[in-house]
């Protein structure tokens, strides 16, 4: 899965890891995960990251064609 | 590294308390107590309590490492109990560990599927068999091992006729749990030994929880699944 998260924070005032994991009641350290594409976020999580970056989901993330359906 | 948080202080707490008692009585058995302070926010997570504290990553992680922890310790356990038959000592302290563990694992992942008729024949059919399968062990395929092996049969023919009657199932496997508790623990007037204790827990914890899964598996089902 492709992510946006990190050019998101950027267009969000610059927002830093900590703040955006804050902000959405994670660890920093879950926030590069997902940046890295280390791990999937929940649907739940998902849709907190992109209200807080007003932005979607959709936007946020992408499949990319190593997703297997 | 998670957050500092309420949970943090508990688990120091219950840390500094056990290493204090160890210190102030000269009994490092209270040393066991850290150990609640380390398992205790993956046991609240797993529980589905505090879930406020919680970070998905963290409960991730938590989840396989637990799973690979059960692995080496059932190997452990394996290991230390086929040593104490080679060396001729009782080794039923860690296959009740190991059934103990197994089960506890069985049970909560049948449970947490939400389809409790299917759950409540899972159990009592899984728990029936393999009483059948300890007896035709022991005894071979001899017809004198029937009566031994009834017991398992009941449980196997009480789950079946769960999927089509699960209330009288329900209430029979409650008959049966009591039954079974009153027979182990309390039949002899002494009360529960640790023993009594242990198989009074292996054989009435199935049978309460298949009454529970087949009570709560007689109510029609939504349609459309679970709104959560």
């Known amino acids: 899965m492709k992510t946006q998260l990190r050019k998101y924070r950027f267009l969000n005032g610059e927002l830093s890891q900590q703040e955006l994991a ?8 879950t926030i590069i995960s997902i940046e890295r594409g280390d791990y999937n976020p929940s649907v739940k999580l998902a849709l907190l990251l992109a209200k807080k970056l007003n932005t979607t989901v959709e936007q ?10 | 590294m998670p957050k500092w948080d309420a949970i943090s202080w508990w688990a120091t707490g ?20 850290m150990v609640g302070s380390y398992m205790l926010r993956p ?3 797993a529980l589905g309590i505090a879930t406020k504290y919680t970070d998905e990553r963290q409960m991730s992680i938590q989840y396989r490492s637990g799973n690979l922890a059960l692995t080496v310790l059932i190997i452990g356990i394996i290991v230390l109990s086929l040593k104490a038959r080679a060396e001729g000592k009782p080794s039923d302290d ?32 899984s728990v029936g068999a393999l009483w059948i399968l300890f007896v035709l062990a022991e005894n071979g395929l001899a017809l004198s091992a029937l009566p031994e092996a009834s017991p398992g049969i009941i449980l196997v023919l009480l789950g079946l006729l769960g999927i089509r009657q699960p209330r009288l199932s329900a209430v029979l496997f409650a008959i049966l749990a009591i039954a079974a508790l009153y027979v182990i623990g309390f039949r002899t ?21 298949s009454s529970f899964c087949f009570f709560k598996g007689s109510r029609p089902a939504v349609e459309g699944g679970s709104p959560r």
């Open chain 1, 22 to 29: 804050s902000r959405v009641n994670v660890s920093r350290q």
């Open chain 2, 14 to 33: 219950i840390f500094v308390v056990s290493a204090v008692l160890a210190g102030a009585l000269q009994n490092d058995a209270f040393l066991f107590l």
């Open chain 2, 94 to 125: 860690f296959n009740v560990l190991l059934i103990v563990g197994l089960a506890t694992r069985a049970l909560v992942g049948v449970l947490m599927v939400g389809d409790y008729r299917g759950a409540g024949v899972r159990i009592s059919v």
């Open chain 2, 43 to 45: 046991t609240l997570n």
């Open chain 2, 189 to 209: 007037g002494r009360g529960f030994t640790f023993y009594q204790a242990i198989t009074a827990l292996l054989v009435s914890l199935p049978l309460g929880a």
């Open chain 1, 60 to 69: 946020l993330f992408q499949l990319e064609d190593t997703d297997n359906a």
